[in-house]
């Protein structure tokens, strides 16, 4: 379970994110969509610590941390609760793709060399990339070197993985393996908290979509309400021009 | 005048006597100052406390002066400082026994220091952030992304630059025969001198530091192609 409360972030003066509360259940997943600036990869790197957020509460697990006075050692802690799959994937170059998988495994959380070999095999044949194990990342397409940004994820068995926009980098006909495998480990019951502006991959595998515009969750639901009966006229405007007109028509129609 | 061609050959056995102190001249001090680099570039890049000036200041002094000055400075200062010292506490050292040429390794490591510091630290900059976060994400300490993930690209992307710095202090290594420290050069010079044959003399010598200079460069070249063969796209 993730609770975040009142979670503040200003850079240089400008506040992008406004006291942000979102809670998320066990096994849900969460798309947040919201037109760019709007602070939705702020609010995942406040997540995880890699920005320390200026106030509010983070608690991941049964980790609990005050953002005002956390330590070094508690902001550890609550980074290992989570993992992050990026825009760029940022796989570690000078390792090969298994190297890549294992090195969280016995760097930060200790496995044993033979079972954390083991345990990334496994992920990354679930990936689809048991063929390309010793590769290096230069060698491997986008759409590839996702999956094993994804497998890297996985395999550290973490309370919550945190996508941060995981197709947008990628040539067209290659965000489809990705977003399958996505929707694969969706399944799965694991907890998650996707950055998308892939509309149809967002209402097919969400519990719950998010809408944020100017720092603040404008609007929360369903696929069914965000996409098809949005309240706010914000949330509207943004789906209208994501999509052209007529990709999302209204409910009522589409029931006939 | 004319030049004795037979007698470069006579010169260049006589000189390459001197190449081991060349060697030791060039690699000790790369290597002491590999660490001091190391640390003052991740003092500067962490921006640590108090350190952080004075790695600063360090760094701009050693590349802001010429290294006969340091050398200068380190031969007559030393010991100097040491006989005041000596003689306030009755130490009884001698300083004239110090061998000269530790003074000379002591200038030369605080100014390969200081050039490595800047080698490593753009090194280090040159490796994405990305990576260093994706680091942390998995869970690593700062000490563990930056030992595991971060300095091996960028002591391998550095390659080049090593390179150039080795054949640098390779070459800056003859200043030593100012202080009568019997190197390449210093070898050269007494050759020429004893012989009267000045030319042939030193182009022995420019043959041996051309020599060591394509094979320091030749093995750069294939430690580089083999340490960074990961960024080259293909199959392995
Ligand atoms: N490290 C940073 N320094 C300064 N400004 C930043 C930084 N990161 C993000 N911002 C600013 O915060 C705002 C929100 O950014 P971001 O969270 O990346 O939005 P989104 O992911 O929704 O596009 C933007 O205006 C961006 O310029
Ligand atoms: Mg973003």
Redesign the interface.
């Known amino acids: 379970m993730i609770n975040l409360k009142g979670i503040k972030k200003s850079f240089n003066k400008s506040e992008v994110l406004k006291g942000i509360n979102l809670k998320i259940e066990k096994g849900e997943v969460v798309t947040i969509l919201g037109p760019s600036g709007s602070g939705k990869t702020t609010l995942l790197r406040c997540l995880n610590f890699l920005e320390k957020p200026d106030g509010g509460m983070v608690q991941i697990g049964n980790i609990k941390v005050d953002t005002e006075k956390a330590t070094k050692k508690e902001m550890l802690t609550i980074r290992k609760q989570s993992a992050m799959v990026f825009q760029h994937y940022n796989l570690f170059a000078h390792k090969t793709v298994l190297q890549n998988v294992m090195e969280g495994l016995i760097v930060a959380k200790r496995v044993k060399k033979k079972d954390a070999r083991y345990r990334s095999e496994l992920v990354l044949e679930k990936v689809g990339l048991k063929d390309k194990l010793h590769h290096y990342p230069s060698q491997l397409s986008g759409g590839q070197q996702q999956r094993v940004g994804i497998a890297r994820a996985l395999a550290l068995n973490p309370e919550v993985i945190l996508f941060d926009e995981p197709t947008s980098a990628l040539d067209p006909e290659l965000v489809g393996e990705v977003l399958s495998v996505i929707k694969t480990i969706a399944k799965e019951g694991i907890t998650m908290v996707v950055v998308t502006h892939e509309m149809s991959f967002a209402r097919e595998v969400s519990d719950r979509v998010l809408f944020m515009d100017g720092g603040v969750i404008v609007e929360e639901g369903t696929p069914l309400e965000i996409f098809h009966a949005p309240k706010e006229e914000r949330t509207r405007r943004f789906l209208q021009r994501i999509s052209g007109d007529s990709f999302f028509p209204p409910l009522k129609e589409r029931v006939n | 005048m004319t030049i004795d061609i037979p007698f470069i050959w006579t010169a260049f056995k006589e000189i390459i006597k001197s190449l081991p102190i060349t060697l030791i001249l060039t690699l000790v001090p790369l290597a002491i100052g590999f660490l001091i680099g190391l640390t003052v570039a991740l003092v500067r890049i962490y921006k640590t406390r108090f350190l952080y000036q004075a790695a600063n200041g360090y760094v701009s002094f050693f590349r802001g002066t010429p290294i006969i000055m340091h050398i200068m400075v380190i031969y007559y200062g030393i010991p100097l400082l040491i006989d005041q010292v000596s003689s306030k506490f009755d130490l009884n050292i001698q300083t004239n026994k110090i061998p000269i040429i530790l003074f000379v390794l002591i200038a030369l490591s605080l100014a390969a220091g200081a050039y490595l510091s800047e080698i490593i630290r753009s090194g280090i900059i040159s490796v ?1 952030t ?2 260093l ?9 700062k000490y ?1 992304a930056m030992f ?2 971060v300095l ?2 960028a002591l ?1 992307l550095s390659i080049p630059n090593f390179t150039n710095l080795f054949v640098g202090f390779l070459h800056t290594s003859s200043i030593a025969f100012l202080v009568s420290e019997k190197e390449l050069t210093g070898a050269a010079n007494i050759v020429a001198s004893t012989n009267l044959k000045f030319l042939e003399a030193f182009i022995a010598a420019g043959i041996v530091y051309w020599g060591l200079t394509i094979m320091v460069e030749g093995i750069s070249f294939l430690l580089e192609k083999k340490v960074t ?8």
């Open positions: 994405s990305g990576q976060e994706a680091a942390y994400s998995v869970g690593m300490t563990q595991r993930i091996p690209q391998a063969s990961y960024s080259r796209g293909g199959v392995s």
